[in-house]
């Protein structure tokens, strides 16, 4: 999960970004929710190191038994890694999808900028986002 001092918000299609204290840095992936409702990921394409976003851009995509998504980007931000671990074993996102440390689920490690920031501010905290999920029909 968020190491202490990160701060997590959540976005109404199922992404999540943690940033850190300074909000210069951070990482995003799929929800919990998200991968329960996709099932078996089998395949998960990810970002270009250095691909710049604004919010609401195609991060990436991921593949289930059942159906494939794209992955939009919560903030305006800059790539700086990709979790290739995923091209190897697309199923961790099934298992540990809101973990951003080494061997999670997540998708991208991010740079944030001014207008990310301000995009951040913009999202659901835990607590909106578990009442969101809560109320959406399925």
């Not at 190191?49 to 851009?57: F, N, R, Y």
């Amino acid at each position: 999960m968020a190491k202490t001092g990160d701060i997590r918000k959540y976005t109404k299609d199922h992404e999540w970004v943690d940033l850190n204290a300074d909000q210069t840095a951070g990482v995003i992936g799929i929800s919990e929710y998200a991968a329960e409702e996709l099932g078996d990921v089998v395949y998960v394409e990810l970002p270009e190191e250095g691909k710049q976003l604004v919010a609401g851009d195609a991060l990436g995509a991921v593949e289930s038994v059942k159906s494939a998504a794209d992955i939009n980007s919560p903030i305006a931000c800059t790539v700086t890694a990709s979790n290739m671990s995923l091209e190897e074993k697309p199923g961790t996102i099934n298992q540990v999808p809101e973990d951003d440390s080494h061997g999670g689920g997540w998708i991208a490690r991010i740079s944030v900028s001014e207008q990310g920031r301000k995009d951040f501010e913009t999202l659901m905290d835990p607590e909106e986002y578990k009442a969101f999920t809560g109320s959406e029909e399925h």
